[in-house]
């Protein structure tokens, strides 16, 4: 029997898995769907993450310690729960929500982590050691930066334009290809039938196309999406979130450079201090991290 840590980075699509050994070495690093995963009730959350871990832990290794970032944990509370229910399975577990993985991941003890993907948060802590959170309010009312709300705001955008006469400057047209549709009153119904990440997320490259393309529209909810992602960043720091470092992660940020890129002229604008670092490691990394912590004499 080997002693083993576990990793987990839960989603709003996938779960990642790292499994080690005490050593460091690595034994298991996959992803698995995670369309389903909830981070509520505590409970169940912590019964969906241990049938998923022990499909890939080696049989017959014992899982010492287990660090989790989950994608719903917002308040310390909640992550408290969620621990402890893991705990009472036999799980010894750490639990944190996804964005504050990414410090640890990155080598760090302290700094904000910015998530923009599926949704889109911000996670630092404070001199006390509390974790503070901004943002993660959801796709429906937030989450500006994440897929599904820039495919939200440029459909606003590209249907407002129509409806006042205004020629299409590309966007209207990316989104009627993305969305297989042939006319504006199509798109809305195509947007509003089936209100799902799964149904917006993947559409938002085609915004990032038609800005690269020359929309000013597009251009204009990419824009609005760094100003709200650096505003996540301002309202940690007002907060006294301690660090030298913005750490970077998640499908949007890390593949589409021109938002990127705008978020780090608005951070570097209004906090010199503060490095911007693109996560290099996988976020489940900082999973890992914390189940050593937890393993440490």
């Known amino acids: 029997m080997t002693d ?20 460091g070495s690595l034994i298991a690093d996959v992803s698995l769907p995670a369309e389903d995963w909830s981070a509520s009730p505590a409970g169940d959350a912590a019964r969906w993450l241990i049938r998923r871990l022990n499909r890939v832990v080696p049989e017959g290794d014992r899982v010492v310690a287990v660090g989790v970032g989950a994608q719903g944990c917002d308040t310390v509370e909640h992550c408290g729960e969620l621990a402890h229910e893991l705990g009472a399975l036999g799980y010894p577990a750490s639990v944190v929500n996804d964005a504050a993985l990414l ?26 050691g509390e974790t503070l959170f901004a943002g993660g309010w959801g796709w429906v009312i937030g989450d500006d930066g994440g897929a599904p709300a820039v495919v939200r705001e440029a459909t606003i955008a590209a249907l407002a334009a129509n409806d006042d006469g205004e ?22 119904r195509a947007v509003n039938d089936t ?12 915004v990032f196309a038609a800005a690269d393309a020359g929309s000013a529209l597009a251009v204009g ?52 201090s ?9 976020p489940v990394a900082g999973g890992i991290e914390l189940a050593r912590r937890l393993t440490a004499p």
């Open 4 to 23: 083993v840590i576990v990793g987990l980075d839960a989603g709003g699509t996938k779960l990642g898995v790292r499994v080690a050994a005490l050593d």
């Open 103 to 128: 410090v640890p991941a990155a080598g760090l003890t302290t700094g904000i982590g910015v998530i923009a993907g599926t949704g889109s948060i911000a996670v630092g802590g404070d001199a006390t």
């Open 167 to 188: 020629p299409d400057d590309g966007l209207l047209r990316a989104l009627l290809l993305a969305f297989g549709v042939d006319s504006a009153p199509a798109l809305a």
């Open 195 to 206: 209100p799902t990440p799964e149904n917006w997320g993947p559409r938002a490259i085609a």
């Open 221 to 272: 909810v990419v824009e609005r999406a760094a100003d709200h992602l650096a505003h996540l960043v301002d309202q940690l720091v007002r907060r006294g979130a301690v660090g030298e470092t913005v750490v970077t992660a998640g499908s949007v940020i890390a593949n589409q450079p021109r938002l990127s890129a705008a978020l780090s002229e608005r951070i570097a604008a209004a906090h010199p």
């Open 274 to 282: 503060i490095s911007i670092v693109p996560l290099a490691d996988a």
